[in-house]
């Protein structure tokens, strides 16, 4: 060992679990007076905030380097999950959850006279993510660390996140996330590990001297990638995993003859154009085709992630690859990702001199692909011009990988060309297309779906010729959440019955959450359960009041749909029966009705047409409703502005009923579902996604089914004809007479005549007027339960307890034994 290492050995400091009280109080106070400069608290916790953060920090940064040593040193594989997105929302109470922090922390922070909760509220969200795809990447990160598994995540820092939304007389507005506008004291900058990104240029291609021909791509026009590291702290295990984020910067190269001519200035601000390529998230969920920044980003993560990796990997065994893909495995969070496939060949043939068939051995051995929608539209293409711009020898790249595949798939099906034509990864047309989710299939050992259905979708359909070439690639790992943010940290109430009734262990063991099934009929317990939700339901009352000036009465039934606005999660059907209500209560058709507040809530995309519109009809509803005091007694309604996970741990706890009411075969999970399910909601569902897994679980006693079923489609869209359906229908037929009428929008004719068309269109693919009358039928099922409090609470306990195979602990475990081979 040399002295610079020894050295660093003796400056560490300890990591073991143990934590001086006193030091954390003199390192609050140090952090707050010397390294932020400040002496008084004042209005703002933003500095004692961060002075905290800094603090705690301090006592993860020992952990965090054992941890880091540990996967580096040893010699067992390791992963990368590469992910264009990241929703982490906060981190200071699940960094003081995971290590056992809180009543230090509260003790230290008494000194300034502050409460933890002010303290937490000073936290911005970082809401590096659109929504599922985002958050399950959080979750996942969450459970590989609490599992002690060598995972390492990899996305970009973008410098503005998801929009903020408010709602302007119904209208969605967007506002920039400027979430480092404070700094964001959890990120650690590493300069050191900085990586070189090649744009544009073009290739040369020269013989050595042995005849081989090599390729150069030259004339790049660079950016750098900066990593910022943050900590990633397991559930009470002293391991401390890393998410690294990349931070486009200029190189510091000018343009020379700009420069030479005097134009300094010029040449400097030419750097923005580099700084451009991480500024923002791209807000559309599911969708989004043909922007060239996007690509551009896409490329950035991956290029810096495979670098990173491979020169660690060079520093410690060399140019020799041979055990690489016994270390090393690649996890792609949908096809965002997934030119990895090119750029490690890229990597290894130009710049580590490989041969292609090596170099692609080791790319099929390492690279994991997770696909995450069913929806045509969201499947990525490039057009390839684009490609030979941006990145021409990525797309001679792509090129050779698809001949070399087509000439598989000819041996497999001779000489049908058709199935080459639907398999290529070139997509020929008046603009040919790079098929991003082929490259990803043809490039990787593993292909997943993220429910059982989905996946058994997946390979019935749209991956089918895939699946017949290599059945042995596709496998299913349905999604989950991390019981420790969306159960003990979000519901303390709950969590401390739980644990009086069961213990402790199932925060980390969370299949033992079934200890609670046979209590569910217990009266005594189910009276404590009654509290604990009616409290949960007084928070979110209050919430919804600051957020909206609606007042919810925790006494009604609160009814609850929040994700991202899309036609196929139907927030319409849902609004639907809002106003078929609405008219019941006008009618004074109101025995045995439940009184019910229903809240609405999520983002739309900016450029989303339709979307925007739903919330313009949910608000406009809503403002109708509420003004109505003759309504008022049995019905409330709120479009609940800019849903986010901070929302969302006051939202779920404080649910009763769970609107997961996609069109079957359309959403590909959900893990909003499981959220709900854990923290007691009941579920009003279709039999998509993960409900059908929920149901199984839960049993069909204790979830309300309801709506077409995916084996009943192509017989109901062959003769589809939803204004059959609305005339012989007379409570649809009222409510659509109701909206056409203009009763909601009397100020702005016409405004809703989009959505009118869509349910009566022959070729609605949301079945939105083929589902209205079952998912009434439903309804009404979940008021006449609800009158029995008692019948109500034990399945609200039962779905607790049965949603142990729902945590994301669950879902890595097979990750980790199935894909990664950990
Ligand atoms: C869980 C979660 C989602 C995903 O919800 P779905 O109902 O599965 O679409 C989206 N956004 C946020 C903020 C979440 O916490």
Partial sequence: MNDKASFCEVIRRDDGPAINEETFKDDLTRHFYYTLGRDKVGTSRSYLYQALVLSIRDQLIGRWRASRDDHRSQSHRQVAYMSLEFLMGRSLNNAMLNLDLEDRVREALEQYCCELEEVEAAEHDAGLGNGGLGRLAACFMDSCASLGLPVTGYGIRYEYGMFNQSIDNGHQIEQPDNWLREDYPWEIKAPDDCRRIKFFGR??????????????????????????????????????????????????????????????????????????????????????????????????????????????????????????????????????????????????????????????????????????????????????????????????????????????????????????????????????????????????????????????????????????????????????????????????????????????????????????????????????????????????????????GVEFDPAMLFDVQVKRIHEYKRQLLNILHVIHRYERIRLGDTDNMVPRCVLIGGKAAPGYFMAKTIIKLISNVAATINADAAVKPYLRVVFFPNYNVTAMEKICPGTDLSEQISTAGKEASGTGNMKFMMNGGLTIGTLDGANVEMLEAVGQENFFLFGARIEQLDDIFSDYSPNQTIASDPELKEVLRLIESGHFNLFEPGIFQPIIDAIRSPTDPWLTAYDFASYIEAQQRVDQVYLDQSQWTSMSILNTAASGPFSSDRTIREYSENIWNL
């Fill in 203 to 548: 290739v040369e291609v020269y013989e050595d001297k042995n005849g081989r021909q090599h390729h150069q791509w030259v004339d790049t026009r660079d950016v750098l990638a900066v990593p910022y590291d943050i900590p990633v702290p397991g559930f009470r295990n002293n391991i401390v995993n890393t998410l690294r984020l990349w931070k486009s910067e200029a190189t510091d190269e000018f343009n020379l003859s700009e420069f030479n001519a005097g134009s300094y200035s010029e040449a400097v601000a030419q750097k923005n154009l580099a700084e451009q390529i991480t500024m923002v998230l791209y807000p559309n969920d599911s969708s989004e085709n043909g922007k060239e920044l996007r690509l551009r980003q896409q490329y950035f993560l991956s290029s810096a992630t495979l670098q990173d990796i491979l020169v660690q990997w060079v520093e410690r065994y060399g140019e020799d690859f041979t055990y690489f893909s016994e270390l090393h495995v690649f996890q792609l969070n949908d096809t965002h990702p997934s030119i990895a496939v090119a750029e490690l060949m890229r990597l290894l043939m130009d710049e580590y001199g490989m041969s292609w068939q090596p170099a692609w051995n080791i790319t099929t051995a390492t690279m994991a692909y997770t696909n995450h929608t069913l929806l045509p539209e969201a499947l990525e293409k490039w057009p390839v011009w684009l490609f030979a711009k941006l990145l021409p020898r990525l797309l001679e790249i792509i090129y050779e990988i698809n001949a070399r595949f087509l000439q598989q798939v000819a041996m497999k099906w001779p000489g049908d060309v058709d199935k080459q034509a639907a398999m290529s990864i070139i997509e020929e047309g008046d603009v040919p297309q790079v098929r991003m989710a082929h490259l990803a299939i043809v490039g990787s050992f593993s292909v997943n779906g993220v429910a059982e259905l989905h996946t058994r979708l997946l390979r019935e359909g749209l991956f089918n010729h895939f699946d017949q070439l290599w059945p042995e690639k596709f496998n299913n790992k349905t999604n989950g959440v991390t019981p420790r943010r969306w159960l003990h940290h979000c519901n303390p109430i709950l969590t401390q019955l739980i644990s009086e009734k069961i213990g402790t262990e199932w925060v980390s063991d969370f299949s033992k959450i079934n200890q609670l099934a046979p209590f569910h009929a217990d009266e005594k317990f189910q009276q404590q359960w009654q509290a604990a939700k009616f409290k949960n339901k007084q928070r979110l009352a209050l919430l919804v009041k600051e957020a909206t």
